[in-house]
Structures are given as C-alpha cells and as structure tokens.
C-alpha cells in the first residue's frame, strides 16, 4: 500500500516524516523540563491542518504521549492530586465540548495562538492546591479551555509547580494530561470527529513519542534549564505569531 493511502487527504509524506520526528522532540522536551513540548505541537499542527482539526488531532497524539510518560515514570505519581484534578477534567470536558464546534474557523486559530503566547510569557503561580473543591473547580476549568485551544499542560502545571521534587512534577503531570486527553478524545469521538483518517499518523507519531520519552526521561536530572527556556520562548512566539499572521491577514 502507497504510503500516501495511509495519510489524511493533502498531506505530503515529506511533512508527515517532520511531524513524526516534531513528536520525538517534543515527547523529549516535555520528559525533559515537565511541559512546553505539548504547545509547541499544537501551534506547529495548527500551521499544518485546518484549525478544527487541530485540537481532537493534537489531544490523540498527546494521549499516546504522555501515557508513555507516565508509564515510564510511574513510580513518582502523586495520585492524590491527580483524582481530584482529573475528577474535575472529566466535568469539564463536557461542558467545553458544547463549544469546541461553534467557534468559526479563524477564531479557533487566534485562540491557539493567543494561548501559546500567553502561557510562554505571563508569569504563572506556583500553586500545590490543598483544597480538593479547588483542584475539582481547578480540573473543570483548564479541561473545558482544553476543549478549545488545545494544550493546557502549562495550566495543569500551575497546580503542581509547587511540588518539590522534580520527578513527581513531571509524572504527575503526565498522568494528569493522560487522563485529560483521554476525556477529549472520548468526547470527540461523540461529536463525531472522524480520527480513522488520521490513524496512522497519529500512531506514528506516539511511537516515536514514546522515544523521546525514553531519551528525555534519562535528561531529567541532568540538563540546565535556562538556556533552553528562553531559546524555547523565542521558538513560540515565532509560531504563535505566523499563526495569527494566516489567521488574520
């Protein structure tokens, strides 16, 4: 079978081998530092496929993803913050699915890139919630905003940034994202997005995911941040700015 039969309609194979290898960097990037490899994929697949694309594509990729995380990582969850949060995602899948198929086209991609740069650049609290009411209202919330724009790992890390060893930040937030994208793609699968088209490529690209899991898992410890954050940041707002550049004009 061509390779192009096992490809969505339009999509050159030569693209499609860069999205496959963007997954293995962005699976190492956020096994790395814990989260920006998610939003940096959604602002890429957003220069690559239609806006209402974007989100259902981006959530089945990042199931695969961060599952491998987890698992890799399982060892270090702190479960107690990822029932409540995730008690709450669930609601709030819901509820943001009602509005994920009425926003125009263009309005989605604005949207994806007004998020991308604002969670590069606004400072964000360091917040271990105590309250489980809060982590549920918490989960609700960045689960309904999910539904919309995407990656929300950043605001998932507002609830854990407080957690002192950097392993359990990384694991935890990679369960929690497993089980948020696991709620999205169940309720786009209600709403009738049709994923078979994009199977193969999304598989392909979880496999290589799951690589730079392996490889980002063994950085964790061991690679500076402060480099790589601001080269990281400038990468962004890059996208994030061709994104409304197309959106726009």
Known sequence: MPLTDLLPADLDPTLALALVALSLVTSLITATFSLGGGTLMVAVLAL????????????????????????????????????????????????????????????LQVAIAAFVLLTTWLPQPAIVGRSRLAQVIGGAVIAAVSMVV??????????????????????????????????????????????????????????????????????????????????FKIVLTVVALDLLRTALF
């Not at 491998?68 to 699915?97: C, F, K, M, P």
Request: hydrophobic share 60%.
């Open 150 to 231: 995407g990656a929300t790992g950043p605001l998932v890390a507002i609830f854990i940034k407080g957690l002192a060893d950097r392993r359990h930040l990384v694991a935890t937030h990679a369960m929690l994202m497993t089980l948020q994208n696991s709620f999205k793609v169940a309720m786009f699968v209600l709403l009738g997005f049709a994923f078979a088209a994009y199977l193969p490529l999304a598989i392909a690209m979880i496999a290589s995911g799951f690589v730079g899991t392996a490889i980002g898992s063994r950085l964790l410890v061991k690679v500076p941040e402060a480099a790589f954050r601001w080269g």
């Open 48 to 107: 690559v496929f239609p806006p209402l694309v974007v989100v259902p594509l981006h959530g089945a990729i990042q199931l695969g993803s961060n599952a491998g995380r987890a698992l890799v990582q399982r060892a270090h969850i702190q479960w107690q913050l990822v029932l409540w949060l995730s008690l709450g995602g669930a609601i709030g899948t819901v509820v943001g699915g009602q509005f994920a198929s009425l926003l125009p086209a263009t309005a």
